[in-house]
C-alpha cells in the first residue's frame, strides 16, 4: 500500500493528466498551485534542491549557505525567472568527510520533499561518492568548491558540472606560468596523501617535463620530518604545497627545526587556509606558534585560490556588481543567526552555482513550453530521464556573467582564473618597512636614553637592534635625508663591533649599559662614523629610532586566467628579490692539480728495485759458473727451472719501476696506458713464469717420493716443462681477452679541494689519473682467474710434502715457503689496494713495497743457502774439466735420477748416517783425483746409493 502511495506521488503530474475529464482534476492540479510542505503553504510550487555544506568540522563553508541563500533570495524576487515557482534547499552537513556524503544523498532521495539537484559536495573525497551514486537517481550535482580532476572524468561522472575551476587548472597551471616567468627549472612538490591530489601532482609532473624541469615529488600525512628533510638535502628552493592547513604547520615546524627557511625559499600553498593560520596553535605539531612564526616572517609565501570576485566591476545577472555582492555578504554575515559564520574564498562560487540551477530550471521550464510537452517542471522524479536530459541541455546553454565572472561550461568543467595572494609584511603608517620589520625614527624629537625606551614600548616596540649591515645601511640613508643629528639612541646590538669609550672594541650580544664613576653609558648608532655603534651618556639628548616586527597579512596579488594576468599589487620578496631554484652562478677561478708519486719516493723504490735485480744477476751468473757442483743441480731441467724463477724476479721488480711519478709530470694520457699496460703484462706473466716453476719443482720432489725410475722421470720433465708452457699460454690467453673485451683506458679520479680564504672565487681541485678497466668482475677473473688456481695447487702439494714428512728433502722446504710467501703477501697486497685506490701515493708504497719484499725473500729463500755454501767451500764438487772427463753412459738422466733419489733416501735415513754418506762420497772424490793425477786415468764414479 505504501509503495503504491509513493507510485502515485512520483507520477501525480500524469496523473493529472489522465483524469482531466473528470470531476477530480481540479482538485489534483489545485496541488500544484497551492503548496504545502511542513505546514507552510504559499501560491507557488517549490522547488527543492539538496545541499550539502561543511558546517561544523573539516572546512569551514558556513559563508556559502549564507551566498547560496541570497542567490535564492535574488532568483525568487524575480518575476522572468522561474515564475509560478520558488527555489528552496534542505541543506545538510557533510563535515567535508567522504563517509558521510553518501549518508546525506540518501537522505534527500529517500526523505521528502522531491530533489531537483545536488548542491555540493564541498570537498573532493565527498564528491567523488556522491557524483558517482546520484547519477542513478537522474540527478545533477553542481559543485562549488571542490578541486578533484578525477571529476573531469565524463565518462565516470557525466552528472557533474563544476563551477569553480579545477586543482589542475588552479595550482598547476599557474605555477607552470610562474616557473616559465621566473625561470624556475627545478622546483618541489608536496602533495596530502589523498588519491584526488595526488593526482593533481603527478599532472603536474607531466606539465613540468614539457617544459624541461625537474621535479622533486613528496607526499605527506601525519608527519613531514623525512619530506622536509630531503628538500633540504636536495637543495630545493622553490616548492608547491597541496596541503591543508594541519599538514602547512607540520611542515614549517620541521623547517624550523632543521633550519630550512629564509628569504631564498619559496612556498606555494592553497590560498584557503585561514588568516594567520601560522598562529594556531595545533596539538598535533611539535612546536610552538612563535617557532612557526619565524619560519613565516623569514620565508616567501604564495597562495593561490579561486578569486574571490571577479576583478570586472560590471552588473552580473543578479543586478548588482561583484564588489556590492560581497558588501551584501559582510552585511549580512553581521546578522545574529550568522554570527558565528565566516566569509571564504568560495562564497562567490556558491553563490554563482545557485543561479547556475536557477537559470537552468528556467531554460526547462521555457523548453517544456515551446515543445507542447504535457509535462511541467514539478514532475520530475528520480526515474524522469527526459525531464533529466532537458536539465543537461539547460546546463550546456549556461551562459552569464557571475560575481567570480564570466560562468560557462565545456564539458562539464568552468573556464575560469586563479587568484595569486603573498603573505606580505605590513606597518603603520609613518613607520618604514625594512626586511619585515618596522622602523620609526623620531627625526626632530629627541630624549634621553630612558625617555627613548619608553616612548618606543608605547608604540609597541623597542629601541632599534641594529643587527644586520643592511639595516644600517639602510637606516643610515634615511638619516641623511632627516634633518636630524647623526647619533640616535638605538637598543641592542648583536653582530656589529662596539666601541667604548676607552677604544676598546667589544663584540656585545645583550642591551648593555654600564656606570663607569657617576656616568652611565647608553647605546647610539654614528651614521657619520660608518654606522658605528657606540656607548655614550644616558642622560644625552638625541633622536632614537624604534622597531617592531611587522605584520603579515595575506595580500591579493594579480588574478591568473589563461588569457591575462591582471595585477593588483606588486609581489614584494623577502630578501628583496626574487628567489632563484638554485645557488646564483658565480664565476669561479679553478686550478688542476695533478698528485703524482713524489720524486724522492720513486728513486727510493727504483733504487732498492735496481739492487734486487743485481743480486737476481749474481746468483744467474754463480748458477752459471757452478751448475756442476751439487749445490747447483747439474740437470738442464732443474737449472731452466731456476732460471725462470730468477728472470721472472727480474722482471716482478722491473714493473715496480713502471708508475707515472713527478719524474715524469708531462707523461701524455697515451704514453700513460702504454706503461699501463706494460706494467699489466710484465706483471702478470713473471707472476705465473715464476709460481708455476716453483709448483713445478715441489712437483718433482712430491713425485720423488713415490717414484724411484729414471726413465720415469725423464718422461716426467718433460711433462713439467709442458705444464709450465700450459699455464703461461693460459695467462696471455687471458690477457688478450681482457684486452680485447675489457679496453684499458685512463680514469680521472677527482681527490679534494680548497677554497682560498682570501678569495672564495678561487677553488683548487687536486686530482690523479689512474688506468681502468671499469668495475666489472669479468677483467677481475681473466686477471687474477688463472694465478688464483696455481697458487691452490702449489700449496696443496706444499701441504702433502709436509703431511709426507719429506719437508727436509732438498729443496722442497725452501719451496712449500715461498709458495705460502707469495699468498701471503698477494692477498694482502689485493686488500691493501682495493682500500687505498683513491690515494695514490698510499698506493704506491704499499704496492711495491710487498713486491719488492716478497720477491726478495723468495730469492733469500731458495738460493742464499746455496751462495753461502759456495761462499764457504769454493773448491767443493768437481769441476767443468771433471764432467768433459766423465764417462758418456753417465747422462743428465741418471743424474736427475740420482739426485732425487738421493732425496728420497735422505727423507728415511738419520742425519748422522746421511752425513757420513756425504763425508764418504768426498773422501772418494778425492782420492778419484789424485788416481787421475798419478797415472793418468780415471777411476769409476762412487757407486750409486741403492734404496733399501
Known sequence: MAGAFVLIARHSGLLC????????????CESRAQSCYHGNCSSTIPLYIGGMLSMTVGW?????????????????????????????????????????????????????????????????????????????????????????????????????????????????????????TYDWRRVGYVAFSVESILQVQNTFIEQAAAINATVVSEVVRDTAKNQVENLKREDVRIIMAYVFEGQARLIFCEAFKIGFYGPEILWVFPGWFKANWWLIEDIHVNCTADEINEVVYTTNILGMDVPVISPLEKLTVAGITPTEFVREMERRLEWPRYETFTFNNYVGYAYDAIWTIGLMLNRTVGKLKETNNIKRLEDFTYIDNEMYQLFFDGLAATDFFGATGHVKFLEGERLGGTGISQVQAECDLGWILHNRNCFLMSNNETADWSQAVTSCEMTGANLADLSQENELSFLSEKSMSSESSSKWHVGRQSNSVVEDNFGIQNNLTSLWNRTDGNILHCFYVDFVDNGLVKPGNCLQERPFICQKAAALTSV????????????????????????????????????????????????????????????????????????????????????????????????????????????????????????????????????TMGVSTLVAKIWVIYKSAAYSSAKHMVHKTWMLNIIILVFTSVDVICLLLKHILYSAYIETVALHNEVDEANPNHVTEYYFKRCSSGDAFTPLLLAFGDKTILLLIGSFLSYEIGQANLASAGESKQVAICIYNIILFGVCG???????????????????????????????????????????????????????????????????????????????????????????????????????????????????????
Open 17 to 28: 493528466v489522465l483524469m482531466h475529464w473528470y470531476v477530480v482534476t481540479p482538485v489534483i
Open 60 to 180: 569551514d563553508g558556513t559563508g556559502c549557505l549564507v551566498a547560496a541563500e541570497l542567490a535564492m533570495e535574488q532568483i525568487n524576487n524575480r518575476s522572468d525567472i522561474l515564475q509560478g515557482y520558488e527555489l528552496r534547499m534542505a541543506s545538510k552537513d557533510t563535515q567535508c568527510a567522504a563517509k558521510l556524503g553518501p549518508r546525506v544523498l540518501f537522505h534527500h532521495i529517500y526523505n521528502e520533499p522531491q530533489k531537483y539537484v545536488i548542491f555540493g559536495p564541498p570537498c573532493s573525497p565527498s564528491a567523488l561518492i556522491v557524483a558517482s551514486a546520484s547519477t542513478y537517481w537522474n540527478l545533477i550535482t553542481v559543485i562549488y568548491s571542490a578541486l578533484s580532476p578525477v571529476l573531469s572524468d565524463r565518462v565516470k561522472y557525466p552528472n557533474v558540472y563544476r563551477v569553480n575551476p579545477i586543482a589542475t587548472a588552479l595550482f598547476n597551471d599557474v605555477f607552470i606560468w610562474m616557473m616559465q
Open 556 to 687: 591579493p596579488i594579480a588574478t591568473y586566467t589563461s588569457d591575462a594576468v591582471i595585477w593588483k599589487n606588486d609581489l614584494k620578496w623577502a630578501g628583496g628579490r626574487v628567489p632563484m631554484d638554485r645557488p646564483a652562478f658565480v664565476s669561479v677561478t679553478t686550478d688542476w692539480i695533478e698528485i703524482l708519486i713524489p720524486s724522492y719516493l720513486h728513486i727510493l723504490v727504483t733504487s732498492l728495485t735496481a739492487t734486487g735485480i743485481l743480486i737476481s744477476l749474481v746468483v744467474i751468473f754463480l748458477m752459471s759458473m757452478f751448475s756442476l757442483r751439487q749445490i747447483f743441480s747439474p740437470s738442464k731441467t732443474i737449472r731452466s727451472f731456476d732460471f725462470i724463477i730468477l728472470i721472472s724476479s727480474v722482471l716482478m721488480y722491473l714493473t715496480v719501476i713502471c708508475t707515472k711519478s713527478h719524474l715524469l709530470p708531462s707523461l701524455s694520457d697515451q704514453h700513460h696506458l702504454i706503461m699501463c699496460q706494460v706494467h699489466d703484462i710484465m706483471v702478470s706473466l713473471s707472476f
Open 830 to 948: 689485493l686488500i691493501l689496494t682495493s682500500l687505498l685506490k683513491n690515494t695514490p701515493t698510499e698506493s704506491y708504497i704499499f704496492t711495491s713495497s710487498m713486491i719488492i719484499c716478497c720477491t726478495t725473500f723468495t730469492i733469500i729463500v731458495l738460493y742464499l743457502p746455496k751462495v753461502i755454501r759456495i761462499i764457504k767451500n769454493p773448491t767443493d764438487n768437481e769441476t767443468e774439466q771433471d764432467q768433459s772427463q766423465r764417462p758418456p753412459s753417465v747422462s743428465n738422466a741418471s743424474m736427475l735420477y740420482r739426485n732425487t733419489n738421493d732425496m728420497h733416501l735422505q727423507a728415511h735415513v738419520p742425519n748422522e748416517l746421511w752425513e757420513e754418506n756425504l763425508r764418504l762420497k768426498k773422501e772418494y772424490q778425492r782420492l778419484q783425483q789424485l788416481v787421475l793425477e798419478r797415472t793418468g786415468r780415471r777411476p769409476p764414479d762412487f757407486p750409486a746409493t741403492k734404496k733399501t
